[in-house]
């Protein structure tokens, strides 16, 4: 699942960001999300479901996520 997508040698967590530094993860469970992720995009009607689901994957192909909690 995408609780074990990888590790951080470093997490700094505030009211309005989170930062991972360091990060490293398991290349093929990375890759099985982007696939999941292009999926999603061909599936979608919606422009703005489209256009958040591709920015989300650039930044995981990029090595640079968003994460929200809460």
Known sequence: GLNMLGRAKKVSIS??????????????????????????IEETTSDYDKEKLQERLAKLAGGVAVIRVG
Do not use: L, S, Y
């Open 15 to 40: 009211k309005e960001n989170t930062t991972i530094v360091d990060g490293a993860g398991k290349k093929a469970e990375i890759q099985g999300r982007v696939a999941q992720i292009k999926q999603q």
